[in-house]
């Protein structure tokens, strides 16, 4: 064998070995639900009514899979700090995958805790997450009532009226 034949038969050998390793043999995409923009107004609408009945004008935002915004509604006759702070209390429901109450749990039985520092992560009750299944898809925050467990029975109140579209 030439050397030249050596080199292109090594060369192919190379090319092959490193094809096969760059893919995986069961290789697949991600598959995975998300919040539809109609669920998340039914969660807004009815968060935002079941306070309002209680006597409380709060904000409403519903964030993805991400944390990402899908729905936020400032609420009539908010405070200006709703609008985020119910950003912020769904954006620690989804990022810890607990309701966001749960951190204030968890920075009282350790306060050195850096996760308060992190962007957009609040430890205020308001929040839940939103599921299917156990698989996190989203969360859903309101700011307003008297009470962060007043903003989260109204979340609360929203997601058992969309429950059923959760599967």
């Given at each position: 064998?030439?050397?030249?034949?050596?080199?292109?038969?090594?060369?192919a050998?190379?090319?092959?070995?490193?094809?096969?390793?760059?893919?995986?043999?069961?290789?697949?995409?991600?598959?995975?639900?998300?919040?539809?923009?109609?669920?998340?107004?039914?969660?807004?609408?009815?968060?935002?009514?079941?306070?309002?009945?209680?006597?409380?004008?709060?904000?409403?935002?519903?964030?993805?899979?991400?944390?990402?915004?899908?729905?936020?509604?400032?609420?009539?006759?908010?405070?200006?700090?709703?609008?985020?702070?119910?950003?912020?209390?769904?954006?620690?429901?989804?990022?810890?995958?607990?309701?966001?109450?749960?951190?204030?749990d968890?920075?009282?039985?350790?306060?050195?805790?850096?996760?308060?520092?992190?962007?957009?992560?609040?430890?205020?009750q308001?929040?839940?997450?939103?599921?299917?299944?156990?698989?996190?898809?989203?969360?859903?925050?309101?700011?307003?009532?008297?009470?962060?467990?007043?903003?989260?029975?109204?979340?609360?109140?929203?997601?058992?009226?969309?429950?059923?579209?959760?599967?």
């Amino acid at each position: 064998m030439t050397i030249f034949k050596l080199r292109h038969a090594m060369m192919a050998c190379a090319a092959v070995c490193i094809g096969s390793a760059a893919t995986p043999a069961n290789a697949e995409l991600l598959s995975h639900k998300d919040l539809t923009a109609s669920i998340a107004i039914e969660i807004a609408q009815t968060a935002m009514a079941t306070c309002k009945t209680n006597g409380y004008a709060v904000s409403v935002t519903v964030v993805g899979r991400a944390g990402e915004i899908i729905l936020q509604v400032r609420g009539d006759n908010t405070g200006p700090h709703t609008f985020e702070n119910s950003f912020r209390k769904a954006y620690t429901a989804r990022t810890f995958r607990a309701p966001s109450g749960a951190l204030v749990d968890r920075l009282k039985a350790d306060p050195t805790l850096g996760l308060i520092h992190l962007t957009n992560v609040i430890a205020n009750q308001g929040a839940l997450p939103i599921k299917v299944g156990e698989d996190v898809i989203g969360a859903a925050g309101a700011s307003g009532a008297p009470g962060g467990e007043k903003d989260e029975a109204c979340i609360k109140a929203a997601l058992d009226k969309v429950a059923d579209q959760l599967k």
